[in-house]
């Protein structure tokens, strides 16, 4: 397997050089582009001294498979980070903490567009199993638009187990099922907490379900019976958001 693997987008590419600049190696520009987004790339390369070089657009079209804006870089492989990290950031976060877990979301354009919002949305962290899951590619990197180079992507072997770990630290664990009784708005999201969205069909599994404090619903007033998993968890996330920001206005 390569030691290198190849991003592309230009948000992607520029997360990398502002965050972790000794992980790219060398970047490709399509010939002809001199617009000021690429110009703020070739800053931070030369500030970060990475080689930089011109090639006809035809030659990224072959090397990647998607919309590269005509950037692709070539950096050290993606890390996923492990479970240890989760106490890491609890223990430093200066706040009330929100993470975000994923259920069996297996699509990395969901994948990286939950990582976004996740970054918008403030929260510390995106947790994922290590099976039946997407992970970290360029696909991801490309749609999170920077945020996966920000927000942290923790793989758990049993995230059941990981879910009851944290509740032991004092988090409350909300997940979000089409059956549930109470609605999203109706429940107190303001404390320390941990939103667990499930695949798209299936939603969460059993055990996911079971460690659960509590069950929230989106109310769906049209013909359809569910959203798409990103859609439905940038909405709560941003109700936690409204939440807090309530709570705070109020003290």
Not at 64 to 82: C, K, R, Y
Request: glycine share 8%; proline share 4%.
């Amino acid at each position: 397997m390569s030691q290198w693997e190849k991003i592309y987008g230009v948000h992607a590419v520029e997360a990398l050089l502002r965050h972790h600049p000794k992980r790219v190696k060398h970047i490709w520009l399509a010939e002809g582009r001199r617009d000021p987004r690429v110009q703020t790339l070739l800053a931070l390369a030369e500030q970060a001294r990475v080689a930089v070089d011109q090639v006809g657009r035809h030659e990224l079209d072959e090397w990647v498979e998607g919309v590269h804006q005509g950037v692709v870089a070539e950096v050290s492989p993606s890390q996923v980070w492990g479970e240890a990290m989760l106490e890491e950031l609890l223990d430093r976060s200066p706040g009330t903490p929100l993470l975000l877990a994923l259920d069996g979301v297996t699509d990395p354009h969901n994948l990286g567009a939950c990582l976004r919002t996740a970054d918008a949305a403030g929260a510390l962290a995106v947790i994922v199993p290590k099976d039946k899951s997407a992970t970290l590619n360029a696909t991801v990197r490309k749609v999170a638009c920077g945020a996966a180079e920000v927000v942290p992507l923790v793989a758990v072997t049993n995230l059941a187990r990981c879910l009851e770990k944290l509740q032991k630290r004092g988090l409350w664990v909300v997940g979000t099922a089409g059956e549930a009784e109470q609605e999203l708005y109706d429940q107190d999201l303001s404390g320390p907490l941990v939103v667990v969205m499930g695949a798209e069909g299936r939603g969460m599994r059993r055990l996911t379900r079971e460690h659960c404090d509590f069950l929230v619903k989106l109310p769906m007033a049209g013909s359809v019976s569910s959203l798409n998993v990103s859609v439905a968890t940038g909405i709560c996330l941003f109700e936690v958001v409204r939440q807090r920001r309530a709570a705070q206005r109020q003290a």
